[in-house]
């Protein structure tokens, strides 16, 4: 069954450096997005991707955050000057179309020391 | 914010039949009723979605009231794997995010 893949499971970085997670969405869906998760909070959506630009985005995410899909098969996202509170659990998710189910990954367990 | 109230927390016997409500009254017509669930911080993952009619998979059978306004998630027979956190998301047609409320956590026991 196709899933999707996330890189690194678990990552630790300093506070102030840059760090980029990476996912590998269902080979043939269209629409990308990403998500995290603050330990003990709800899932929340932080931006959506089609055709090669952002197509909606949260107040969450601001100019720290960038996004990319860099060939035909990843799709990044780049976090700048990490902060303390940026630890979470980061969930990439991708779907077919915007009206069909998204599927997610496991997610990157991101931890900033 | 979520559109949908569930209650907080549920329990389920093993092997009997898990029925989580959901309650979106406030749902409008080209809006869609997704059910998802996630073990232990692991992704969420998807179970069923429906417009009006009731839907079945081979993962659960979802209900929806005639006025729309309210539905409920049957796991047939459940199993101590069911136990997760399971979130009801209103979702509009043509619009991708989902927006997660806090869900039910059901706890499965032997």
């Known amino acids: 069954e196709p899933e999707v893949t996330q890189t690194p499971s678990h990552q630790v970085t300093q506070m102030g450096q840059e760090v980029i997670l990476r996912c590998v969405p269902i080979s043939n869906h269209l629409y990308f997005y990403w998500y995290r998760q603050i330990l003990g909070q709800k899932v929340e959506f932080l931006v959506s991707f089609y055709n090669n630009e952002i197509s909606e985005k949260s107040e969450i995410f601001d100019d720290q955050f960038s996004v990319e899909r860099p060939d035909g098969s990843n799709f990044t996202l780049k976090i700048r000057s990490t902060k303390l509170e940026d630890s979470a659990m980061y969930f990439c998710?991708?779907?077919?179309?915007?009206?069909?189910?998204?599927?997610f990954g496991q997610g990157t367990r991101l931890t900033v020391v | 914010d979520a559109k949908t109230t569930q209650p907080p927390s549920m329990d389920c016997a093993e092997g009997r039949a898990a029925n989580l409500p959901c309650n979106h009254s406030?749902?409008?017509?080209?809006?869609?009723v997704y059910w998802y669930r996630q073990i232990h911080s692991q992704g969420p993952q998807y179970i069923i979605h429906g417009l009006k009619n009731n839907e079945t998979n081979e993962m659960a059978s979802l209900i929806i009231t005639e006025d729309r306004k309210s539905s409920t998630l049957i796991l047939p027979h459940a199993t101590l794997r069911d136990t997760a956190v399971y979130y009801c998301?209103?979702?509009?047609?043509?619009?991708?995010?989902?927006?997660f409320g806090k869900g039910t956590m059901l706890l499965v026991s032997p």
């Open positions: 998710a991708s779907s077919g179309t915007p009206d069909t189910e998204a599927f």
């Open positions: 406030t749902i409008s017509g080209n809006e869609y």
């Open positions: 998301i209103v979702r509009s047609s043509g619009y991708s995010t989902l927006t």
